[in-house]
């Protein structure tokens, strides 16, 4: 069966200060990875989604940047993060069926808080 | 363009006094709607998918059912273990890939 991680669990980290939360997945192979924020009371936004090595595609432009370095791994990265960058960010994952869409499944979250 | 809304935003129900949650969305054509269950501090739990008006699908307590312009998802005789909250997202048929969009939530608070 097919299992996603998350990474750290929770973050403090200060304005200014470098970002990288790393996801992987196992028990697949070439699934499609996404990057969500979930901000409270809210609905998810997502950030970045790839359907393959080095091929990624941003949805809001911002601070932050994704890479996809292995097939099963997508890490969401920042050079200097925010005050607005703090939330709850979901990684997940989907594998293309056949079908006319794909269900994705969620890993368990960062909660990411900057002073 | 696209828009998904959860209704009502919060709902507290006793033990075994069943109701329904509304998830009312605008897509340019629909491919899926999707609802998921989410704990505090913890990533969304996939439920059901539904693809066409009319269709239907039920997990123990739980049945989804989609509308052209809503789903809902009705819980009978919930348990306080069903407390959570609950996400409802779609996929647009314009999008070029699966980008789901999602509702706020509805958070539900069973009590015994």
């Known amino acids: 069966s097919q299992t996603i991680h998350q990474w750290p669990a929770t973050l403090v980290q200060p304005v200014g200060s470098p970002l990288s939360l790393e996801c992987t997945v196992e028990?697949?192979?070439?699934?499609?990875l996404y990057w969500y924020r979930q901000a409270a009371g809210r609905g998810l936004q997502l950030l970045f989604y790839?359907?393959?090595?080095?091929?990624i595609s941003s949805e809001v432009p911002q601070n932050l940047s994704a890479s996809r370095p292995q097939d099963r791994q997508f890490i969401l990265s920042s050079k200097k993060l925010l005050l607005s960058d703090s939330g709850f960010y979901l990684c997940?994952?989907?594998?293309?069926?056949?079908?006319?869409?794909?269900?994705?499944?969620f890993g368990p979250g960062t909660r990411l808080t900057v002073l | 363009e696209d828009q998904v809304t959860q209704s009502p935003e919060a709902l507290r129900l006793q033990e075994g006094e069943s109701s329904s949650l509304n998830c009312s969305y605008t897509v340019s054509g629909l491919r899926g709607l999707f609802w998921y269950r989410q704990d505090p501090g913890k990533g969304p739990e996939f439920l059901f998918t539904l693809y066409s008006a009319g269709e239907e699908k039920e997990k123990e307590r739980l049945k989804a059912t989609l509308t052209k312009k809503e789903s809902f998802l009705h819980i009978t005789a919930p348990k306080p273990e069903d407390s959570a909250t609950y996400l409802c997202?779609?996929?647009?048929?314009?999008?070029?890939?699966?980008?789901?969009?999602f509702g706020a939530g509805t958070r539900l608070a069973v009590h015994p």
């Open positions: 997940a994952w989907s594998e293309w069926t056949g079908a006319h869409t794909d269900t994705q499944y």
């Open positions: 997202a779609v996929q647009a048929s314009g999008s070029g890939y699966n980008k789901l969009i």
């Open positions: 028990g697949t192979s070439n699934p499609n």
């Open positions: 790839s359907i393959g090595i080095d091929q």
